[in-house]
């Protein structure tokens, strides 16, 4: 691969969905699954598949779900060299389940797991130039966020980029230390990739253009703005693109924003242009809705292709 390599840190977990709308994590229902996921390791796994150089540092057990986690991203072409396997710890793991409005619950093993149990120096860093993605749902647990502020100053240290999908939880962004913590990656960012419901927390009280205004006169060269259902903008020095929405049927939305963000980055870092690679990431992203299981929505730059062709003869 050309270009720089893309490094990612944070949670390695398999996820159980369940089939039935509206059980709510309560009642017994049919569930599939063990589905690898992480919000980090679904962006390095679409950011290889795009033909990206990429490496991951985490954490999985001794046990089933943590090697078929290894093996999908190695499969998928991710450098899995800085994951370790805990041998006193379980792989972490998650379940979801759906309602008919759209909205979901979770229930997360993470702590205590093999998951936060990450660890990273710089000298594990690989050599030539770097973009470090960071997923800000990883920086609410404390060793997470402690090892991902880590190799953020070791990357800038050695001149790399970050990018930054600052997928804001409430939950998340209770806690200050966690909100300190993604405000200052924010700042340090290079591309940084919110989705619209992430503005509010961001940047309280200000609308979107002031919010994007904000991002530029920080470190920010490019803007990614994740839309959902209506799309994509995308914003670089001068430049903007409004990306229109496929039309697709919303089966499992969960890794639609970091599949998107993994296109993006993966196409940008072999040098892709920014309309080029935001037209590949909307449609990755409308793939990836279509799909059970939140790293099953990843795909091919041939699937990609094959769907916007598609979609350009209904047009
Ligand atoms: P997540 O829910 O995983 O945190 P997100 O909020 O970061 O995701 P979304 O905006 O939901 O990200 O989705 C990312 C991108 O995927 C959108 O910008 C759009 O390009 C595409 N996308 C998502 N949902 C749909 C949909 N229902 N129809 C068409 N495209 C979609
Ligand atoms: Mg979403």
Partial sequence: PSGPTIISAGELLVEFVSHRKGCGLE????????????????????????????????????????RSLVA??????????????????????AFVSYYEDGSRTFIFHLKDTAAEAISFSAEDLPDGELI????????????????????????????????C?????????????????????VEQSWCLMPSTSDLGYLFPGLGEAAAIERMLSAKAEIIALKRGAEGATLISQGQRFDIAP????????TGAGDGFCGTFVGLLAQGVSLEEAGRRANAAGAIAVTRRG??????????????????????
């Fill in 27 to 66: 009642v017994v229902s049919e569930y599939s699954g063990p589905y690898p996921s992480g919000a980090p390791a679904i962006f390095i796994d679409q950011a290889a598949r795009m033909g990206a150089a990429t490496g991951f540092y985490g954490t999985v057990g001794d046990d089933g779900f943590g």
């Fill in 294 to 315: 939140p790293m099953e929505g990843n795909s091919s730059p041939e699937e990609i292709d094959a769907f916007l062709a598609a979609e350009n003869t209904r047009a």
């Fill in 72 to 93: 999908r991203l190695r499969e998928d072409g991710v450098d899995t060299s800085g994951i370790s396997t805990d041998p006193d710890r379980t792989t972490g793991t």
């Fill in 132 to 163: 470090l993605h960071v997923s800000a749902a990883s920086l609410g647990a404390p060793k997470l966020r402690n090892v991902i502020v880590q190799a953020v100053e070791a990357v800038l240290a050695r001149g790399g980029r970050i990018s």
């Fill in 165 to 185: 999908d600052p997928n804001a939880r409430p939950e998340l962004m209770r806690d200050d230390a966690a909100r300190q913590a993604l405000q200052e990656i």
């Fill in 246 to 253: 496929h039309k697709v049927e919303e089966l499992d939305p």
